[in-house]
């Protein structure tokens, strides 16, 4: 079946260090994909997604492109920031009616 | 802008016992999702809804029921708490209307088995 990997569980950085979370899917088609952030005690929220090949998603700095050759959807931010501090998934929109979610990577910014 | 409200937000029980989670969305969603989240594990699906009265089973469904008989509305039942068990239960919901497709989601309920 359609799947998401996050291969990193955990990632610590310094302020203004570059940001790269991977994430991977195995999907037929072309599937939406999405990113989620979520800070503590809060539900996650929408990032931003894309759906087509080499379309860029954006919101906040954070940036993904969907890449069907290799099928990935990275996350990259240029300079993180202590506040960015959360843990962000990845998800796949499943045929439309609901969307699978990987296992998370926590980030943590140090000042 | 909208809400989705979630409770209890936290809810201890016994083993074996029936717990239920409720949500509440006032976003006018038609579809509703509970999803469960483990440490390591991510957000797994437990049941949606498509609209009021539908139901449909996600892969975590096993030990779970749900109800939706309203449309603003959506319960899950644990059927038999086991002991030990700790996840956050997480309940969302999707704007068709819009390009993004994204889900909305409440703080959740952390259940705690003793």
């Known amino acids: 079946g359609d799947s998401v990997t996050q291969t990193e569980g955990q990632v610590a950085l310094s302020e203004e260090d570059f940001l790269t979370i991977h994430c991977n899917y195995s999907?037929?088609?072309?599937?939406?994909l999405f990113w989620y952030v979520q800070y503590p005690g809060e539900g996650p929220q929408f990032l931003f997604r894309?759906?087509?090949?080499?379309e860029k998603g954006s919101s906040r700095g954070f940036e993904a492109t969907y890449d069907k050759g290799t099928t990935s959807f990275h996350l990259r931010k240029a300079s993180v920031q202590e506040s960015d501090s959360a843990v962000y998934y990845c998800?796949?929109?499943?045929?439309?009616?609901?969307?699978?979610f990987g296992t998370g990577t926590k980030l943590q910014v140090v000042p | 802008g909208g809400i989705i409200t979630q409770t209890p937000k936290f809810l201890i029980g016994q083993e074996g016992q029936k717990l239920t989670l409720k949500c509440q969305q006032n976003?006018?969603?038609?579809?509703m999702y509970w999803y469960r989240q483990d440490s390591g594990k991510g957000l797994r699906l437990i049941y949606y809804?498509?609209?009021?009265?539908?139901?449909q089973k996600g892969d975590l469904s096993e030990g779970y029921d749900a109800s939706r008989e309203k449309k603003s509305s959506f319960s899950l039942t644990v059927t038999s708490a086991q002991k030990n068990e700790m996840a956050v239960f997480l309940c969302?919901?999707?704007?068709?209307?819009?390009?993004?497709?994204?889900?909305?989601f409440g703080e959740g309920s952390k259940l705690t088995v003793l």
């Open positions: 998800a796949l929109g499943d045929s439309g009616t609901y969307q699978r």
């Open positions: 894309a759906s087509r090949d080499k």
């Open positions: 809804s498509i609209t009021e009265n539908d139901l």
């Open positions: 969302a919901s999707r704007d068709w209307g819009t390009d993004t497709g994204q889900l909305y």
């Open positions: 976003f006018n969603h038609d579809t």
């Open positions: 999907a037929s088609g072309y599937p939406a």
